[in-house]
């Protein structure tokens, strides 16, 4: 991984440069200020000064997050391209978001998979003049609560159900609470319009209290009337996803090693741990060696959101793997690694790691941010 200069290693110690130079002549390395000092030089240094970096080495190199971000990416813009946005449903409660994620599943469903489809798992894709479209089922607040709680960020839109027969209820102002405080852009969605008492419009003047101005009101909000019962209006709902999409540019590398978060996870009988993840960048295949949250394995097999067998998946793609050696958290973070023995290494340690602090065991001396800048 990465290396530090003397002056950024002297940054972390909290010592001056000067006194690295001279302990670096010390041990006869001869070194400017600038010079790059590679990993077994750094441990020797804080050696020097009484620090146990080795540990600490470890342990930034253990955190997924770091790694997730920065670490090992070859950021080559070239390589990136578009990728298919992913899309939470958010409402308050029999506001309608189950009929809605169902309504557009049967919208798209091409013939020849009609009456055969099942869900397989707690996501799906769709597809929408030659646009994918990832859907998650989680339930919107439980996937933005856990899954935020643990920093990641997997949500690119989020459609905010609205019974036009209701109105905003608490757990309307929620979700939309959520969504700005991850900066996804919100869709509303104003549902179950074929009802007599739909009153769309009471649902726009309540929604302006909240930041949401409708565009026919001179705000920047989009509104969509549905009814997802009779599945009218879905077709302008993706519409609408695509253009936000769009704006958005979302972009990923299919090129490099996947890594992503869990959706959902548990032990299955017979297959042992089942996980559904979201690959956010790269592309997974069967085979490959995998640190997931506090687990590890090889992707043994790999399942798509209609139940089939696929050997690679790209950027956006929910799946399901089997192969791990136990069972990951939603909202994990899962990272491929070049060879099963670094996966392993580190997956050992993370999960070692998750039993000392779960005990309070957690003494040593930190450096935490050692690479993190990096
Ligand atoms: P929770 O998961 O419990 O929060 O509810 P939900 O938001 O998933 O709502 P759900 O889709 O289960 O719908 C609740 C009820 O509203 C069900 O009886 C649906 O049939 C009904 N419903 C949903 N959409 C519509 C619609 O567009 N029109 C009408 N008339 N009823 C709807
Ligand atoms: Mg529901």
Redesign the pocket.
Known sequence: YESLTVAELGRKLGREPSGIIKKLFMLGIMATINQELDEDTIELICAEYGVEVEEEIRIDYTDLEVYFEEVDVEKNEANEIERPPVVTIM?????????????IRNTKVTQGEAGGITQHIGAYQIENKGKKITFLDT?GHAAFTTMRARGAKVTDITIL?V?A?DGVMP?TIEAINHAKAADVPIIVAV?????PTANPDRVMQELTDHGLVAEAWGGDAIFVP?????G?GIEELIDMILLVAEVAELKANPKIRARGTVIEAQLDRGRGSAATLLIQDGTLHVGDPIVVGNTYGRVRAMISDIGRRVKEAGPSTPVEITGLSDVPQAGDRFVVFEDEKTARQIGETRASEAIQESRGEKTRITLDNLFEQM
């Open positions: 409402g308050h409660v029999d506001h309608g978001k189950t009929t809605l994620l169902d309504s339930p159900v019974a027969d757990q549902n179950k319009m074929d009802k549905i009814s997802a019962l009779k009218e």
